[in-house]
C-alpha cells in the first residue's frame, strides 16, 4: 500500500484497509505509544468521543476504552483525566458520550437543530428552565436529584419538571455536563464552563460537520460513507454535502460494496507494528458500529445485556477479543470476590480450526483475561463455559508475566 497525491485513485485490500483502522484506533504499532505518551487526554482527543453506557461489569465503557490502548492505567487516574480540569464535557455524540471541550463549537448545529425542533421527548414545563438557570447561578454546578429529581413517577419514562428542563437545556447547550458522580450528570452553566474563545464561537452547519466528519475520517483511517456518518451520529447527506470540503481522498477497498475515504496521512505511511491483546467494550468506538464490524473484520457482534436471559447467544456483557488484528471471539466477564470468572466464552469458528490458530487463539485469551484480572485487583482466574466446549480442558489459565 501506498499513497501519492498526484494519484487520484488508491487501491487497498481489505487487509490494509482493516489494519489502516487497527492504527487509527490506537490499537495497532505507533499510534498506541503516541497515545500512551499523552495518556488519556491525548487518547480522547484522537479519537473524538468516548462512548458512556451505564452498564459496569469489570468496569464501566468510558474506563474499558482507554485501558484496552493504554493498559492498566489506573481507574482513579482515568476519571481524573476525564473530569478533572474542565477540559471535557458530556454530549450526544456517538450516543451520550464525552468529548474534548476544543469540540464544543464543532456541535453548533446539532444544539442549533434542538432549538429549532423545539422538543427532544417531552414539552418543556412553562418555567421550569428558567427555575433551572437560576439555581445554577445562585447555587454552582448540580445533579439531578439536587434540582429536584428525576422522576415523576415510577417509569422511567416519567420524568419530572427538572428532569425535563434540565436535559432541554442541555441539548440547546445553555447548561453543560461537567462531571459524573456516582454516575449522576453534574450540570453547570455554559457560560461558566465553556472556555469563553470557545463559547463566542457560532460555526455554521457545514463548517460544523467538516470538522466533524474530517474528524471521523482520522479516527477511522479509511471509511465509507455510512462509517463516517455513524462515528458522530450525522446523516449520510450530510456526510455527502461536506466530503469534498475535507482532506479525505477518495479509495476503493477490495470486496467493500461501496466507495471510501481514507485520511491521507495514514495512507502515506504503512500501518506496522505490534497488534494490541486485549478485551473490548461492547461500546468501544473501535465495534460500536455493527455493520462496518462486520464489513471489516468478518465479526457479527451483538449486545445481549437487553436480551432476556434464556435468549442470550454468548452472554449479558460479551467483550470482544482482539488480537493480531482479528476479532477473535467473545468473554463475557464478571467477578466474584478477587476471581475474574468468564462465564462464557465463545471462539470464532475459523479462531479454532487448525491446531496451530487453536493455540494461538487461546494464548490470546488467556493473556486477555490475565490482564484484565490484574487491571482488576484480582488474582485469580475461572472459565466456566467454553465453546467450542472440548477445548475448555486444555486451556491453559495459569498466570502471564
Not at 461537567?178 to 463548517?207: C, F, I, K, N
Request: a neutral charge.
Amino acid at each position: 500500500m501506498s499513497y501519492d497525491r498526484a494519484v487520484s485513485h488508491v487501491q487497498l485490500t481489505a487487509d490494509e484497509a482493516r489494519r489502516l483502522q487497527l492504527r487509527a484506533q490506537g490499537l495497532l504499532g505507533a499510534a498506541g505509544q503516541g497515545h500512551r505518551d499523552g495518556g488519556v487526554p491525548a487518547l480522547l482527543e484522537h479519537l473524538g468521543a468516548v462512548q458512556l453506557d451505564t452498564i459496569s461489569v469489570l468496569a464501566r465503557s468510558h474506563e474499558l476504552v482507554p485501558y484496552a490502548r493504554l493498559g492498566a492505567v489506573g481507574r482513579a487516574a482515568v476519571e481524573d483525566a476525564y473530569w478533572g480540569d474542565g477540559a471535557t464535557f458530556e454530549y450526544w455524540a456517538h450516543a451520550a458520550s464525552i468529548l474534548p471541550i476544543s469540540e464544543w463549537p464543532s456541535f453548533a448545529f446539532r444544539r442549533r437543530a434542538f432549538r429549532a425542533r423545539g422538543v427532544r421527548w417531552h414539552k418543556v414545563p412553562d418555567g421550569a428552565c428558567e427555575d433551572i438557570l437560576e439555581r445554577l447561578r445562585a447555587d454552582g454546578p448540580l445533579t439531578t436529584k439536587e434540582l429536584g429529581g428525576a422522576k415523576s413517577g415510577a417509569d422511567w419514562w416519567q420524568w419530572s419538571d427538572a428532569k425535563i428542563a434540565i436535559e432541554w437545556l442541555l441539548d440547546i447547550g445553555e447548561v453543560v455536563c461537567v462531571q459524573r458522580v456516582g454516575w449522576r450528570r453534574v450540570y453547570d452553566l455554559a457560560e461558566r464552563a465553556v472556555p469563553a474563545d470557545l463559547l463566542a464561537q457560532d460555526p455554521d452547519d457545514s463548517t460544523c460537520l467538516t470538522r466533524l466528519v474530517s474528524h471521523a475520517g482520522r479516527a477511522l483511517g479509511v471509511a465509507t460513507r455510512a462509517d463516517l456518518a455513524d462515528y458522530f451520529r450525522v446523516r449520510g447527506d450530510q456526510v455527502s454535502s461536506v466530503i469534498e470540503a475535507t482532506d479525505l481522498v477518495p479509495v476503493e477497498v477490495q470486496g467493500w460494496k461501496h466507495p471510501a475515504w481514507a485520511d491521507p496521512e495514514a495512507l502515506a505511511k504503512p500501518p506496522r507494528g505490534r497488534h494490541t491483546t486485549t478485551l473490548l467494550s461492547p461500546f468501544d468506538s473501535l465495534v460500536w458500529d455493527r455493520a462496518r464490524t462486520s464489513r471489516v473484520f468478518g465479526f457479527d457482534h451483538r449486545l445481549e445485556a437487553y436480551v432476556p436471559k434464556a435468549k442470550r447467544v454468548h452472554g449479558y456483557f460479551a467483550m470482544p477479543l482482539l488480537a493480531g488484528g482479528r476479532l477473535l471471539g467473545r468473554v463475557d466477564p464478571a467477578r466474584e470476590g478477587k476471581t475474574l470468572v468468564a462465564r462464557q466464552v465463545s471462539l470464532e469458528p475459523w479462531a479454532t480450526a487448525t491446531p496451530a490458530r487453536t493455540e494461538t487463539t487461546l494464548q490470546a485469551l488467556r493473556t486477555a483475561l490475565w490482564q484484565a484480572a490484574t487491571w482488576v485487583a484480582c488474582d485469580d482466574v475461572r472459565v466456566e463455559k467454553l465453546n467450542p466446549s472440548h477445548l475448555l480442558p486444555t486451556l491453559d489459565l495459569s498466570p502471564t508475566t
